[in-house]
């Protein structure tokens, strides 16, 4: 009699086809975390940032004498953040043109040959960073300045109606303004080309502009940014603004179209 041996081979487990260094998403956002709030220009600017809103809005409040009752409550409290504007956009270039000046753009290209994963999650870290911030130091300054004007024709409270939306707005304002400094980095490559393009194109030409008494001239600056994002931050705006979401829209499209140029530019140019 013979008896059969059946021998079973053992079947091989899969292994694995996700690398433990595989480029994702999250990773590239996290790196890009982890770039912002690691560089001092990052604590300073944002600090600086800070510090001028709170510090011109407790003068403001500290100093009304019933001079400038016409105009708008949040308007003369975050008088600051014109200032501040500067410090959050100079912080959006480095974000970008800091590592061509540097020399680490070539590694995080080695990193992420795609490119276009890196563009994306600086604008969106940037921007949930500089929105949060501005937003909250917002809050503080209007209710600090408030002590001073709760028995004035000023007084007003965060549950009264438009002032959340005026505050945030003006928090959205600042963020998008800034945001088109971002892509302007990335455009210019260079800091100081960067910081001129925004100052004069975004701040200054405005104002040349506003000289001229043309009338299309006049309803063309109601959509440029700087003019976009004065009708955000205040609880009614001016009759020679836009609406607030037709402001939005306006800085939206500015802050999408400067994006939109950058991450071309970033696919043909070499690094």
């Known amino acids: 009699m013979t008896t059969t041996t059946t021998t079973t081979t053992p079947t091989p487990t899969p292994m694995s086809t996700t690398s433990p260094y595989a480029v994702t998403p999250r990773r590239i956002m996290r790196a890009e975390w982890h770039k912002l709030l690691t560089l001092r220009s990052t604590w300073w600017t944002l600090g600086l940032a800070t510090a001028l809103v709170i510090g011109v809005g407790l003068m403001m409040g500290s100093t009304y004498d019933g001079d400038d009752a016409n105009i708008d409550t949040v308007l003369f409290i975050l008088f600051g953040s014109q200032l501040s504007q500067i410090c959050v956009a100079v912080l959006g270039i480095l974000v970008t043109a800091s590592e061509y000046s540097t020399g680490l753009v070539r590694a995080t290209m080695a990193a992420v040959p795609r ?20 937003f909250a130091t917002n809050v503080v300054t209007f209710l600090l300045a408030q002590i001073w004007l709760s028995d004035t024709d000023k007084s007003l409270s965060l549950t009264d109606s438009g002032v959340l939306g005026a505050l945030a707005g003006n928090a959205a304002g600042v963020t998008l303004l800034s945001l088109i400094a971002l892509g302007l980095g990335a455009l210019c490559r260079s800091i100081p080309a960067a910081i001129g393009a925004f100052v004069g194109a975004v701040m200054i030409l405005p104002e040349v502009l506003g000289v001229i008494s043309d009338d299309f001239v006049q309803s063309a600056l109601k959509y440029f940014p700087a003019k976009s994002a004065e009708s ?3 609880i009614l705006p001016p009759a020679d603004h836009n609406a607030p979401v037709t402001g939005l829209v306006s800085l939206l499209v500015w802050a999408a179209a400067v994006l939109a140029a950058a991450a071309l530019l970033l696919k043909r140019r070499d690094v």
Not at 116 to 134: E, H, I, N, Q
């Open 115 to 134: 490119r276009l994963p890196v563009l994306w999650s600086k604008a969106g870290v940037f921007t949930a960073c500089a929105f949060t911030l501005t």
């Open 232 to 234: 955000l931050g205040t």
